[in-house]
Each structure stands twice: as structure tokens, then as C-alpha cells.
């Protein structure tokens, strides 16, 4: 068991299964497919992500480095948001991104979903966590890596 | 956050509850870096992302039926990315009906709602809102509330102009609000470059090529790129303009690059030179093997990836009235040497609307038809983004396509190649 300290973007405490990119998450290719079809596990449809590609991201504990791609990314996420395809929280390494925390705000703001932001955990989170631990996230913005 | 006396009115709701909603966003947004305080947006007109009515989309247009119906007074003018659907495009019976039955259904009814928000016309529907015959074209040193990647890295690297990476709504937001939050790029500090590119190629790089290869290398970070100006000089005229068009969608969509400078070529570089790149800045050399290298790791999603192409595009982000001409010219010549009349590939080229007016009046309109490629102003990312496209053996010179849908890239010289019938 390992604990990290980020800094807390969107309040709040979760416990989910670890989903792991140690490459930018370019949200609009991950979600557009399964947005668009409801693919009711929300596979990512990034093909140049070979650390996601096709796996499923619904309830998982998204831990990524920062989001890149089209700055359609924020709508994209409040889209998932408002049908219950977002992940269980977003887990950022480093700083969060205009992208991505433009998404977490919209969520935060327009819909009722809760969903915990952490950023600023560093690059030793992203290499010391692997997909398919156990995460615990508290109010205060400590990540628990459970093994 | 610092706010003016009319900010903080709105934030006690004095204007009503969804503009106070709407600054809660733009400030907690804001918070997230750390910024001091709202500025004022300059520029005459914002810049959407969102063009489209997608069924999946829905809570968005819901969304914005919440502000019209709130009465919120009008705010700033704006263009708004390409349309996905074009009847000129080809498609089968089967693709129309996942269009229009299954994916864009409410596209009349965000049509309409872009109207009462403020859409400058029904022709301003382009990536490339920043080209002078759409005449979106903020000043220098202009506080901008865009969004589109391409748009914005465009807008900052080349104008001078100054906006953040900001995502769909959220411009829309601040152009309403006529502020936006003042952090990263709008900042003199936020637009230092943390790496240097040396370009060491022999020959003038494919825009897009360099641009992936940048983007991918430098993900969020602002690049000082030297070694261009053999090939870019120090003018940016109208080639040079859609070189770094094509090369900032590449860099904007491969990585998340918002800014770029090109030494002795685009704005800042130009008056500021290497005081624009901070101590220590990272390195990354470009030669011809590094280009072949990313360009080899493209992943090639096609079932068959030897299936001959069945549809190109050329146009990702929108193609300027120059590169038209200059790409029907390309077309005549190449067909005219493998001994064809038509191309041998269904081919679009996608421009704006208004570029499209402009090209018509020239006889090489009448070429490119005779040539058989469609000129349609539709969006290409969104035409293919459907489960039938990843089945279709789709080719393009846009690296954002590649990035983003199935289509698999060639460099442009390999395009013209290709669908003129020749063999690589």
C-alpha cells in the first residue's frame, strides 16, 4: 500500500479500480464511440493509446498524466457526466489541464454527479500505480494505492 | 479571484441565477490555475467548437435551451466549426441512415439554437474561421474565449492573439459573460517556450508530419522551433500562414500544443527572439529518420491494411482558396501523367463556405470537377465518426484525422500519388 498527495481540483472521496495511462488521455477519441453508441462498459476508443485502448473506463479510477487532443475534450466529459459514463474520479499526475478541468467544473457545476478530481500526484504515482489496483480517494485529496 | 464590481453583481445573482452559474464555471475553472482575476474578452467575435447535433449530445443543446430560455442578454458574436453532413460527400444508403436516423438528428435543432446564441452567419460554419475570406481574424495581443485546437494554437502562434485551450461550452460561456478567467497562455509567462525544436531535415518538412511529431514530443508545452526559416523565411504570407494552419492542428491534436514559435517567422519570435525561451529549456532534434520513425508508428486500424482506398480526404483543418488552386493544379498534372482523366480514389477537398464561393469563381473550379473530387465544407472528423467509417479504407494528409478516427495517413506528395492513379 502506497499513499500520494495531490492537490484537490473537484472535492469529494471514492474507492474504484485503478485504470492506468502513462500516455496523454485525449478524451474526444477515448469517449467518442462510446458516447455515441452507448457502449454500456464505455470502452476507450483511442487507438494510439495502447495503454487504454479498448478497455473498459466506466467506474474505474482514471490515472493519467493529463488530457491532450481536441478542445471539444470538456464537453465530451460533461457529456459522459450526464449519462453516467464518467469515471469513478480522474487522477492527474501532473498540473490538470484547461481540457480536463473544464470537464470536472462543467460536471461539478451543471449536473449532480460527484465525481473527485486529484491533480499535482506526481510522476511517481503514474509509475508506481498499475491498472487494476484497488484506489482509495479521500475529501482531502490523499490517494490510497492498495496492492 | 478578483472581480469587478458588474462580476461581482452576477455572483451575488442580481442577473439571475444562470449567469451566476455560468461565472461560477468560468471561476472555478479559472481556480484550477491559480488565476487572479477575469479579463475582459477583446476580440470582435468568440469561436465554437460545437457544430453539430448529435443525438449523444443532447444534455449540451439541453443545456443551451437553459440560457436562451433564461433571457440572458446577448453576447458576443461568433463562427463555429464545420457542419458534419454535406449531401455532395459521398455515402451510401445505409450511411445516410445512420447520419441522419441514428446520429445527427438534432442538428436543425442546434442549428437554431446557434442562431439565437449569436452565430455571425449560416456560412461561418469552418475550423479555419481565421482566414480572410470568413474574417474571423482577431489583433494581436486580443483576449480570445475560443475553442477548436486548431483554431486556437493558430490564433495565438500566428496572430498573436491571446486564449487558452479552452473546451466547447466554456468559450461559449465566456463570450456570453464577455470575460474569461486570465491564466496560462494569456499570460506573458504562460507563452515562454519550455522546448527547443532544431529542425534538421534536408528538405522542407510535411506540415503535419512535423507538427505530430512536435505535438506527441511536447504534449501541453510551448515549442521555440528553429531551423524553418530555409524553407519559411521570415514573411508570413499566404503558403507560409497555411503551412503553420496545418502544422498547429498537427501539434494541437497529436499533443496539446496551444502555442507555438517559429524563430524569425511568427509574431512573438520575431519581436522577442530566444528571450521567448525560458532557462533550461528542453531539446528535441528533428531530422528526416525522426519524421520516418513517428510516421512509421501510426497505427494502421484498417481490417485489410492492404485494402485499396475507397474515399480521401484533403481539408483537416479547412484548405485556404491558395491551396485549392494549388492542389487542382497538382490533381491535373499528376492525372495527366498517369493517363487519366478522373482521380482514382473518391476524393473531398474541404474548404469554408465562403473560400468555396471565392474558388468558384476561378476556372480551376471547373478543373477539380472535371477532375471528379468533391469540394464540400463539411467537417471530415465528423463525417467519420461512426462505426461504418472504421470499415471504409479511408486515406488523408490530416494527421487530426488520423488522430482521431480511422483514415490512415499519407504525406501529401503520397496523396497525389494515390489518387491520381500513380504507384508509391
Redesign the interface.
Known amino acids: 500500500m502506497r499513499q500520494f498527495k495531490g492537490r484537490v481540483v473537484v472535492a469529494g472521496a471514492c474507492e474504484a479500480e485503478a485504470l492506468v495511462s502513462h500516455v496523454g488521455f485525449n478524451t474526444l477519441a477515448s469517449y467518442q464511440s462510446a458516447l455515441q453508441f452507448g457502449d454500456k462498459e464505455v470502452k476507450c476508443g483511442d487507438q494510439n493509446n495502447p495503454d487504454l485502448y479498448k478497455k473498459p473506463m466506466l467506474g474505474k479510477a482514471l490515472c493519467l498524466p493529463q488530457t491532450i487532443g481536441s478542445t471539444t475534450g470538456g464537453m465530451v466529459l460533461y457529456g459522459a457526466f450526464s449519462k453516467n459514463m464518467q469515471p469513478a474520479c480522474m487522477l492527474f499526475s501532473m498540473h490538470i489541464d484547461p481540457l480536463a478541468a473544464s470537464g470536472a467544473v462543467l460536471g461539478a457545476v451543471w449536473t449532480d454527479v460527484k465525481m473527485p478530481v486529484v491533480d499535482q500526484l506526481g510522476d511517481e504515482f503514474l509509475e508506481y500505480v498499475q491498472t487494476g489496483d484497488k484506489i482509495t480517494v479521500s475529501e482531502d485529496g490523499t490517494v490510497t494505492v492498495h496492492r | 479571484m478578483e472581480l469587478n464590481e458588474r462580476l461581482q453583481a452576477i455572483e451575488r445573482g442580481e442577473e439571475g441565477e444562470l449567469l451566476q452559474?455560468i461565472l461560477?464555471?468560468l471561476v472555478?475553472?479559472g481556480e484550477?490555475?491559480d488565476a487572479k482575476r477575469m479579463v475582459p474578452v477583446t476580440s470582435k467575435y468568440g469561436h465554437t467548437?460545437?457544430s453539430y447535433g448529435?443525438?449523444?449530445?443532447?444534455?449540451?443543446m439541453d443545456?443551451y435551451d437553459q440560457i436562451l430560455e433564461a433571457g440572458i442578454p446577448e453576447g458576443q458574436k461568433f463562427t463555429a466549426d464545420p457542419k458534419p453532413l454535406d449531401k455532395n460527400v459521398p455515402s451510401n444508403l445505409l450511411e445516410d441512415l445512420v447520419f441522419k436516423k441514428f446520429?445527427y438528428t438534432d442538428q436543425d435543432r442546434f442549428e437554431a439554437q446557434l442562431r439565437k446564441l449569436g452565430i455571425t452567419s449560416d456560412d461561418d460554419y469552418s475550423c479555419a474561421c481565421y482566414l480572410d475570406q470568413v474574417g474571423n481574424i482577431p489583433e494581436k495581443g486580443d483576449v480570445l474565449s475560443w475553442?477548436?485546437?486548431s483554431a486556437?494554437v493558430y490564433a495565438n502562434s500566428v496572430l498573436g492573439a491571446r486564449c487558452?485551450?479552452?473546451?466547447?461550452?466554456?468559450?461559449m460561456m465566456g463570450s456570453i459573460l464577455g470575460y474569461v478567467p486570465e491564466f496560462?497562455l494569456l499570460l506573458d509567462e504562460g507563452r515562454k517556450a519550455t522546448w527547443v525544436v532544431e529542425v534538421r531535415c534536408k528538405n522542407r518538412p510535411e506540415a503535419q508530419l512535423l507538427g505530430s511529431a512536435i505535438g506527441m514530443k511536447v504534449?501541453?508545452e510551448v515549442p521555440y522551433v528553429k531551423g524553418m526559416e530555409q524553407w519559411l523565411g521570415t514573411e508570413l504570407d499566404d503558403e507560409n500562414k497555411a503551412y503553420l494552419k496545418d502544422f498547429g492542428a498537427a501539434t494541437?491534436?497529436n499533443?496539446?500544443v496551444g502555442l507555438y514559435h517559429i524563430e524569425g517567422l511568427t509574431p512573438e519570435a520575431k519581436e522577442q527572439g530566444e528571450k521567448l525561451i525560458v532557462r533550461n529549456p528542453q531539446i528535441y532534434v528533428i531530422d528526416d529518420a525522426e519524421l520516418e520513425r513517428v510516421k512509421q508508428n501510426y497505427?494502421v486500424?484498417w481490417k485489410n491494411p492492404n485494402a485499396k482506398p475507397q474515399l480521401c480526404f484533403v481539408g483537416c483543418p479547412h484548405m485556404t482558396l491558395q491551396q485549392l488552386k494549388d492542389w487542382t493544379d497538382a490533381v491535373g498534372e499528376g492525372l495527366k501523367k498517369n493517363g487519366r482523366d478522373k482521380v482514382a480514389v473518391p476524393t473531398v477537398f474541404t474548404a469554408p463556405i465562403p473560400v468555396i464561393k471565392e474558388f468558384q469563381k476561378t476556372m480551376d473550379s471547373v478543373y477539380l470537377k472535371k477532375y471528379g473530387v468533391v469540394l464540400s465544407y463539411i467537417c471530415p472528423l465528423m463525417y467519420m465518426?461512426?462505426?461504418l467509417c472504421k470499415k471504409k479504407a479511408v486515406i488523408t494528409s490530416s494527421n487530426k484525422l488520423r488522430?482521431?478516427t480511422?483514415a490512415r495517413y499519407y504525406t501529401e506528395p503520397e496523396i497525389l500519388t494515390i489518387i491520381t492513379g500513380g504507384r508509391l
Open positions: 452559474r461560477k464555471t472555478l475553472y484550477a490555475f467548437v460545437i448529435l443525438k449523444a449530445l443532447g444534455a449540451v443545456l446520429m475553442a477548436e485546437s486556437v487558452n485551450r479552452n473546451s466547447g461550452i466554456l468559450e496560462g504534449m501541453e494541437a491534436s499533443g496539446a497505427p486500424i465518426n461512426n462505426p488522430t482521431y480511422s
